[in-house]
Every structure is written in C-alpha cells, then in structure tokens.
C-alpha cells in the first residue's frame, strides 16, 4: 500500500478551478437569503459529504487561559460546557481560548484564515470539542448564522520568513480587532501534544452560539492520528506580541502555551451539513483506511450554476409573460 495514499488523496480533492468558480460566485449567492443559502450548501453535502482540507505548513496556535468563565459560558451553545485542557501533554490544564492561525487550500476556499476557539467539552457524547466562536479571512467562509460569509481583514498576513519567523498581522476590515505578532520559530523544541485536545478534540468540531443559533452539531475530520502526535512548542519569550484586540477582559493578557506545526496536515472534512461520527483512535483509524478517493467526487459547483441559471431565466420568462400580457389586452 502506498504509505502517501491519504496525503496525495486530499491534495487532489481540492480543483483549483473549481474552487475559483465557488471564490466567483459566492459574492451572488451571498444576495439570496440566508435559508436558501443554507439549503444549496447543505444540499451539496448529501452529494459530496466531504472536502479535502489541507493546512498548510507552520499553522500556529496561542493558548490563553480564560479568566471570565461566566462570559466563556455564554459564548458556546448550552450543550457545551467548558472543561479544563493543556496543549501538550506535559502542561498544567487550564480554561483554554485558542488562536489558531493557517494558511489552508480546501475543495471550496483558499486563503488565510484566524479562527477564535473556546475549548469544551460536548454534553452528551462526552468528546472534548474545538469551538469556533468567531474567525476572520481573507478568503471566502461558511457558517449557519452567516450564510457565504466574503473576507473581511484589512490586512491578512500569516507567512514566514528566511530567519525562522512566523509573521501574522491579521486586522479586520472596521479596526475594530486585531492579532498581530511574530515569533522565533527556531527556539521551539518537538514535543508530545495532549491527545485529548488534538487528537479526540478534531472528532467534535462545532461553531459558538451566535455563528450556530445556539446549535450543538459538531462535524469530524479523518486524518493520521501521526498528524496531531508532536509539534513544537515554543518558549513564550519567542513570541513579539504587538497587538490582540479580541474579547478584551476574556482571557489573561498574555498566551499560556505556544504551538506550530511545520508541516501540512491533510485532513478529509465533513461537508458543512454532514456530520462523520467518531468516538476514538481506533474508529479513526478504521475510517480513515476505509476511504475511497478513487470514487469520491470533487467538491463542485455544479448546484451554483444551475441556480444561477435558473436566475438568469425566471426573470426573462416572467418579462415575456407581461409583454405577451400586454399584447394581448
């Protein structure tokens, strides 16, 4: 068996021209009402139920400690609740907000991208879960509450540079947040990463209580559990912190624990609408071997068009319906 196999299959699931059409069309579909919004994507999903995702090389992550749990509480649907976790294995638990910042290429979007996370712990299956309460890109996004959410920074910067720095300055579009920092890479040291948050936390990824209208679905990723084993774990004087603007008074002034991948993790996604159902490493395993990429569709656009086809006609048929209307009396 090809030991690459999962690695190339993701790759070649993300179709650089499909996701430009989807880049194309999304500023129209972002005029339909949120419901027919959600209703085309969702869809698609029974069709396609998964995307490739790929994050690309030096993701990094910034660990805060919660200092307002009242406030942390109010941010994640009710069938959350918050719980105690470290980022790698040796660290003290903690409440934990994480920043995590990539550069990604999925079968629907391209760019980059800062998500805000809350971590919990889902009520009734007991899976610690990664909450994104809010994020902002350069590149196009998807939630519930949103509908096809456009990009919204001023400036989206997450790069690195010949020194062994990581460089992010990612501001929103109104000033009205902001994470800029940078950080000497070449200081971190390969160290084990608490499975728990990284590995059982990618089984139960959900959205906060605005972007989810208070919903509790959660989606999987499938990946080798080797992925999510180590990363480097940078001492916090590596970090030059210029400026976090978000949720001021949330969480502690400076970040607990420092993280980066450098490498590309390559994940198959559920498709926004499906929900992949795993509990451990072994079904994880078991599911990830068990894909197909020799049968799986590409993530298409193939809904979009025909929507816009049908825009395109309706409104030319109801003009001949009054001009023959007219004709006629």
């Known amino acids: 068996m090809d030991k690459f196999r999962f690695t190339k299959g993701i790759e070649e699931l993300v179709d650089p021209i499909e996701v430009g059409t989807i880049h194309f069309f ?60 470290k980022l790698f294995d040796v660290d003290e638990p903690k409440y934990y907000c994480i920043f995590g910042c990539f550069n990604v290429h999925t079968s629907a979007f391209w760019g980059q ?33 949103g509908g096809l959410v456009m990009p919204d920074c001023k400036h989206a910067v997450i790069t690195t540079d010949f ?20 950080s000497d890479i070449t200081q971190g040291t390969t160290e084990a990463l608490d499975q728990r948050l990284w590995l059982e936390g990618n089984f139960s990824v959900g959205y906060g209580r605005e972007l989810s209208g208070n919903d509790d679905s959660v989606f999987a990723l499938k990946f080798d559990p080797l992925e ?44 926004p609408g499906h929900a992949s159902i795993i509990r451990n490493k072994e079904e994880l395993i078991r599911e990830s071997d068990a894909v197909d990429f020799d049968t799986m569709q590409v993530y298409s656009t193939k809904s979009m068009r025909t929507m816009f086809m049908w825009a395109a006609i309706i409104p030319m048929v109801i003009i001949l319906i009054l001009i023959v209307a007219l004709i006629l009396k």
């Not at 999903?45 to 790929?54: E, I, L, Q, R």
């Open 26 to 85: 999304a500023p129209f579909s972002g005029m339909m009402p949120k419901k027919m919004q959600n209703h085309i994507v969702e869809s698609s999903a029974k069709k396609m139920p998964h995307m490739g995702f790929v994050v690309e090389p030096y993701s990094y992550f910034l660990g805060y400690e919660i200092v307002d749990l009242a406030w942390a509480e109010r941010l994640i649907p009710d069938n959350f609740r918050l719980v105690k976790s």
């Open 113 to 145: 991208r800062m998500e805000f996370y809350i971590i919990a712990e889902h009520k009734e299956t007991g899976l610690l879960s990664w909450i994104i309460v809010d994020y902002d890109s350069n590149t196009i996004s998807y939630d519930k509450a």
């Open 163 to 182: 020194a062994g720095n990581v460089i992010v300055d990612m501001v929103k579009q109104d000033d009205s947040r902001a994470l800029v920092f940078t």
């Open 228 to 271: 999510v084993e180590k990363a480097l774990k940078l001492p916090l004087d590596s970090l030059q912190l210029e400026l976090n603007s978000w949720y001021p008074g949330l969480f502690a002034d400076k970040p607990s624990q420092l993280a980066c991948f450098p490498y590309a993790q390559h994940f198959l996604s559920d498709s």
